[in-house]
């Protein structure tokens, strides 16, 4: 059974920073892309960034470039979501998804199979 276990959410002040982890189970991550979404209340879900399997390719919105880093440790088979100079428009359930590609079209979550069950990152002002 696939699984993805996000950790590292929490609450920060505006420019504070935080760092998420996605662990997947069922798959190795040489195999698969890893992304990120987010959906805050009242708002449609929005991928955040992605990566791909080898590490080679990465991706992010445009309201995360500059700010966040994908980042991996195949040793540890985890994936990391650094999130620096946080922002209250940053605040949602932020989700690790796997999948077969990271590409340019990373924010459309059909292309993405598996979901984990998210982590609250809470940015006050």
């Known amino acids: 059974e696939v699984q993805l276990v996000e950790s590292g959410g929490g609450s920060v002040q505006a420019g504070g920073s935080l760092r998420l982890s996605c662990a997947p189970s069922?798959?190795?991550?040489?195999?698969?892309?890893i992304g990120w979404f987010r959906q805050a209340p009242g708002k449609e879900r929005e991928g955040v960034s992605c990566?791909?399997?080898?590490?080679?390719?990465?991706f992010y919105a445009d309201s995360v470039k500059g700010r966040f880093t994908i980042s991996t440790d195949n040793a540890k088979n985890t994936i990391y979501l650094q999130m620096n100079t946080l922002k209250p428009d940053d605040t949602a359930v932020y989700y690790c998804?796997?999948?077969?590609?990271?590409?340019?079209?990373?924010?459309?979550?059909?292309?993405?199979?598996?979901w984990g069950q998210g982590t609250q990152v809470t940015v006050s002002s």
């Open positions: 998804v796997g999948g077969p590609w990271c590409s340019s079209r990373f924010h459309y979550s059909a292309l993405w199979d598996y």
């Open positions: 990566i791909s399997g080898s590490g080679g390719s990465t």
């Open positions: 069922g798959f190795t991550f040489d195999d698969y892309a």
